[in-house]
């Protein structure tokens, strides 16, 4: 077949986008149906007899390479139309490229030559997002960088060997969409980038390069869809997932990308970085980190190559940074207006840090790093702030409203720390007896009452003192004194050790547990 006609059809293109002749309109129309065409290569056998004449042919890849070459050399201020006619020509490599790789077993040569030109004009294209052009040409420049990238990235699938500079460029290119993104981007970009992101983390290569420098790519990522999925302090997870569908698919993307980056300690101190420059612009960038990671520890099984001892030593680091000023804004007795944004945001970090920390604890490696450290300790003395300075709703306060203006309101921490304590205490003497010391004890019993604001702690109170008192003699001796004292008195309390399995009883005068022979629900 005659490719003539596609022939003088990028002569006219070439002219037009680099010299300003023709009707810009009539030439996109005509690129437009030359890629429509060899879009449907694989389901039609003219179409993919089409796509390779054209493939096969030197001079339709000599003249698409000169039009590119030629634009990137002029200092092109370029209109709507002339970066119309660049989208159709990327799209022309991208599909001829297919058919081209189909036709030749070794296509490294093919494949670096047009990556890198196609890489030079996504970047070329980047001089335009700083430009004092308007938010629609900035925004079709995005649209066209954005088919660059996914051009490179079929070369890159399709390369055996990547060289180390066209890795880099590739992600250079990446880098600079994301930057645009938090500018012009919106849904529909995002939707065009993520999935070859996560694919990009599953290269080696390439994992390599969105890490380093402090994960200053990765970190873009972030800050440009907190942005475009509007993620604040407020964010609702369960009502993303059901009325916002394809913003919440976009967060179960990234955080099975996330799998992928911690064989190593670079994205989480990166991170921590992040967090301790304390930039209030980055906050919902660190809060969507904190909710990618919560789904990436559960819903993943654990990654053969995951660094659990790098993993728990930068969760330590949150959680003192994290304490610090939650127990700082706790103790004070009236908040400003700031200070109370700011305990909402760090109450909803330090839930998800939590929460990330309870899904790791099964991990023996894990565990055995937090054990190597105070942090049940440190654990306990937070969970004594928080019950000291945080309301306790009852139903009836819940019924009749009313609030205690002198206690703040903090919920779904405790409940979270005690599943952690639970995980520490299991078949563990040791933290056994420095929960019991360091006053934890008491205050487990303590919260073996309904709260609407930790509907779930009594339950977690009862498993976390089942495994307290198990062949524990002392913590058993000190809930028996405190039953015998009349501790448990509370209505809401009556049957707390009766669910753990234990039962009171006098032994030579002295108060005592004793195991039931009776099962318990």
Request: charged letters at 25%; a negative charge.
């Amino acid at each position: 077949m005659s490719v003539n006609t596609e022939i003088e059809l990028l002569k006219h293109i070439d002219s037009c986008l680099n010299d300003g002749n023709g009707d810009a309109e009539v030439l996109i129309s005509e690129l437009g149906e030359i890629v429509r065409m060899t879009s449907l290569m694989m389901s039609s056998d003219n179409m993919w007899k089409y796509t390779i004449d054209l493939a096969e042919s030197a001079e339709i890849w000599s003249l698409i390479d000169l039009t590119i070459n030629r634009s990137l050399g002029n200092n092109i201020k370029y209109n709507m139309n002339q970066l119309r006619l660049l989208k159709g020509l990327i799209l022309m490599i991208r599909n001829l490229s297919i058919a081209y790789r189909e036709q030749h077993d070794d296509v490294s040569d093919f494949n670096n030559t047009h990556n890198a030109l196609v890489t030079r004009l996504g970047m070329h294209l980047a001089e335009i997002y700083d430009s004092s052009e308007g938010m629609s040409i900035k925004h079709k420049a995005l649209d066209v960088s954005i088919v660059c990238f996914h051009c490179v990235f079929n070369f890159m699938q399709s390369s055996k060997s990547r060289d180390t500079t066209i890795v880099q460029k590739s992600i250079a290119l990446l880098d600079t969409i994301f930057q645009q993104m938090l500018i012009t981007g919106d849904l529909f970009e995002l939707k065009q980038v993520l999935p070859q992101f996560k694919a990009y983390c599953l290269i080696p290569e390439t994992r390599i390069e969105i890490v380093k420098d402090d994960a200053t790519v990765f970190i873009h990522l972030l800050q440009a869809m907190a942005k475009i999925l509007n993620v604040s302090v407020d964010i609702n997870i369960e009502k993303l997932q059901d009325y916002e569908t394809d913003d919440y698919k976009m967060i179960v993307i990234l955080a099975h990308s996330l799998v992928y980056l911690f064989d190593d300690e670079k994205i989480g101190i990166a991170m921590y970085k992040l967090e301790k420059k304390g930039n209030e612009k980055d906050t919902n960038a660190i809060l969507l980190y904190l909710i990618a990671c919560q789904m990436t520890f559960s819903i993943q099984q654990s990654n053969p190559n995951w660094d659990f001892v790098a993993i728990a030593a930068v969760c330590l680091d949150f959680f003192h940074e994290f304490r610090n000023v939650n127990v700082s804004l706790l103790k004070k007795e009236q908040l400003t207006t700031t200070e109370a944004l700011k305990l909402r945001i760090y109450h909803r970090k330090m839930v998800a840090l939590l929460d990330i920390i309870s899904n790791l604890l099964p991990y023996e490696l894990f565990k055995k790093t937090f054990n190597s450290y105070n942090f049940l300790e440190e654990l306990i003395h937070f969970f004594q702030v928080v019950e000291d300075n945080t309301e306790r709703r009852r139903l009836k306060d819940e019924e009749q409203n009313t609030t205690n203006p002198l206690k703040k309101s903090f919920g779904n921490i405790k409940t979270i720390v005690v599943e952690i304590i639970t995980y520490l205490v299991h078949g563990d003497p040791q933290n056994q007896e420095k929960v019991r010391e360091s006053g934890g004890l008491l205050l487990i019993l303590n919260n073996c009452n309904l709260d609407v604001n930790e509907p779930f702690i009594r339950e977690r109170c009862i498993l976390c003192l089942k495994y307290l008192l198990e062949n524990n003699k002392e913590n058993q001796n000190l809930v028996a004194s405190l039953q015998a004292q009349g501790f448990e008195t509370n209505k809401e309390n009556e049957n707390v050790l009766e669910k753990c399995g234990y039962e009171v009883e006098i032994v030579d005068g002295k108060v005592q547990l004793k195991k039931n022979t009776v099962p318990t629900e």
